[in-house]
């Protein structure tokens, strides 16, 4: 996931969902091969974790991988969208085909743990597990190479640059779904303080579009003593920054979620000049395109007409980063009763709040039916000793991914292509 959710109220988290971990032990069914390579999935998870890499610098850990896959007899495809290896594996004639996918990028952290296999990488970790979504793939990979319950074609895509660089776009924009043509795709994010065996997704809307703006306002510069000689830029952005705050309130459609948040304000220099400019930063989150849309149109029309009643100028720009991530009903139904088969229903909330982070796994699901579904990572207990005493939440320096999550993710991959290329 792209974005922190710190919240200090884990009720307001997002995605909160209910699992049952009393009986999550009885109702597991993991795949016995992938139970009994759980220590060395550990390993390759722990040996990621203390090598980690940012955006499009995830060379070793794509040859860990990659050469992961190959001793597994799986061909490989190297550099496919910078740092991205694709793992296929074919069996049977079916002309059936999954893309199942996982992200490998670090993030730019100092990680305050001091167990074994911290990272070796000042400034980087691995603070939002993706270290153990390549490890749980992998797990995966080794059960359907050499088991081959299926008919048809399996597609690992190991994707670089989760974290703001867009790799998943990048993969796509090399050719990923025209050279390797997959009829759905999947994806699997952890979620810290959800318990350990349980699964949250939702079908449609489940994490939000993730946009930037800035605007720069320009007025006239004056001494603060004479402000009639000038235009004042400060006044103007706080007559834009009330009028942009109206935009979800008075615009928007109140069944839509949407949040338009200014995270900066700078001008001036001194107590007794009004300065030539000012600038608002911040961020937009909307749940679809069509509020996206209009939130921009609106932010856009209410900057240029309130400058003009002040007779400043403005400039304005709005990045679209990520865009909301939304499941496919078909394809989420069907992931439901697969983590069902894995760790009973009672266990699967098909119905989680969304959240207001965002993934680039988004733009895969724009172009290719499928679903994206949070994987209970636990209460933070697994980093027994040697954890930084933070919590254990998504980007924060003391977080570790829950290595009893290696066997459930990997035997939840199996499952959905088992299921997916069903033999007949
Ligand atoms: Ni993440």
Partial sequence: METAILARHPQRNGAR?????????????????????????????????????????????????ARKLEEWGIPVVRGLGGTGVLGIIRNGRSERTIGLRADMDALPVQEINTFAHKSKHSGKMHACGHDGHTAMLLGAARYLAQHRN????????????????????RMMDEGL???????????????????????????GPMM????????????KGSHAAQPYKGIDPIMTAVQIAQGWQTIVSRNCNPVDAAVLSITQIHAGSATNIIPDEARMIGTVRTFSTEVLDLIEQRMRDIASHTAAAFDAQVEFQFHRNYPPLINHPEQTAFAVEVMASVVGAENVDAHVEPTMGAEDFAFMLQEKPGCYVFIGNGDGAHRDGGHGAGPCNLHNPSYDFNDALLPIGATYWVRLAEAWLRVS
């Fill in 17 to 65: 969902w209910s699992g049952n971990p009393a009986n999550v032990e009885k109702a597991m069914k993991l795949i016995d091969p992938i139970v009994a390579f759980h220590a060395e999935l550990q390993e390759i998870r722990r040996d990621i974790h203390a090598h980690p890499e940012l955006c499009f610098e995830e060379h070793r850990t794509a040859e860990v991988v």
């Fill in 150 to 169: 299926f008919d048809g074609t399996v597609y690992l895509i190991f994707q670089p640059a989760e974290e703001g660089g867009g790799g998943a776009k």
């Fill in 177 to 203: 779904f025209e050279k390797y043509p997959m009829q759905a795709v999947f994806g699997m994010h952890n979620w810290p303080g959800a318990p350990v065996g349980s699964f949250g997704v939702t079908a």
């Fill in 208 to 219: 939000a579009s993730s946009n930037e703006f800035e605007l720069t306002i320009r007025g």
